[in-house]
T-cell receptor, first 114, second 111 residues
Framework: DVKVTQSSRYLVKRTGEKVFLECVQD?????MFWYRQDPGLGLRLIYF???????EKGDIPEGYSVSREKKERFSLILESASTNQTSMYLC?????????????FGPGTRLTVT | QKEVEQNSGPLSVPEGAIASLNCTYS??????FFWYRQYSGKSPELIMS????GDKEDGRFTAQLNKASQYVSLLIRDSQPSDSATYLC???????????FGTGTRLQVTL
């Protein structure tokens, strides 16, 4: 069973704080992703990573950074949290078997910035 | 034009009926196609994947893919109130190495 875990289900932070969201997968997956999801806007890709120390910008990277020091862990960092970063944050990883690949999501972190 | 398009709904079907959810995509080189179910406040859950033209059945779910017409659909037979959720269509294109998601169709199954 694929398992993707996220460090917190709910988080409340103040404007200007540095925020760390952690994601861990236990299946040796290479590709990992961070999304945010907002009503009416759907899922939007922030950053993704193909391997340790590799990162690629997604569609909305501004205001975010990421870290992938170990294969199983992909961290999303909000350098200086702002109220417009209040959202549901979803981590995902891809399972590959031959040409087939399937993406699995963690449970999500609902972040509120006040 | 959006890369992956879905009707936002809500799609309302009575209990026991067939729900039909549709999705079109713009990139002809798309390789793999997925349906996710998302309950309110929860993360998306993968329920179907389809890689080649035709139908794929799994329990009450059938995914249908037509690459020539660039659409993929999900049929839910014998719809239950527990099927009420938002269904996300996702498409994988190897060149981009990431999924592109539609904005989802909200399904309501009424008693």
């Amino acid at each position: 069973d694929v398992k993707v875990t996220q460090s917190s289900r709910y988080l409340v932070k103040r404007t200007g704080e540095k925020v760390f969201l952690e994601c861990v997968q236990d299946m040796d997956h290479e590709n990992m992703f961070w999304y945010r999801q907002d009503p009416g806007l759907g899922l939007r890709l922030i950053y993704f990573s193909y391997d340790v120390k590799m990162k690629e910008k997604g569609d909305i990277p501004e205001g975010y950074s990421v870290s992938r020091e170990k294969k199983e862990r992909f961290s999303l960092i909000l350098e200086s949290a702002s109220t417009n970063q209040t959202s549901m944050y979803l981590c995902a990883s891809i399972s590959r078997t031959g040409v087939r690949h399937e993406q699995y999501f963690g449970p999500g972190t609902r972040l509120t910035v006040t | 034009q959006k890369e992956v398009e879905q009707n936002s709904g809500p799609l309302s079907v009575p209990e026991g009926a067939i729900a039909s959810l549709n999705c079109t995509y713009s990139d002809r080189v798309s390789q793999s196609f997925f349906w996710y179910r998302q309950y309110s406040g929860k993360s998306p859950e993968l329920i179907m994947s389809i890689y080649s033209n035709g139908d794929k059945e799994d329990g009450r779910f059938t995914a249908q893919l037509n690459k020539a017409s660039q659409y993929v659909s999900l049929l839910i037979r014998d719809s239950q109130p527990s099927d009420s959720a938002t269904y996300l269509c996702a498409v994988y294109t190897g060149t981009a190495s990431k999924l592109t998601f539609g904005t989802g169709t909200r399904l309501q199954v009424t008693l």
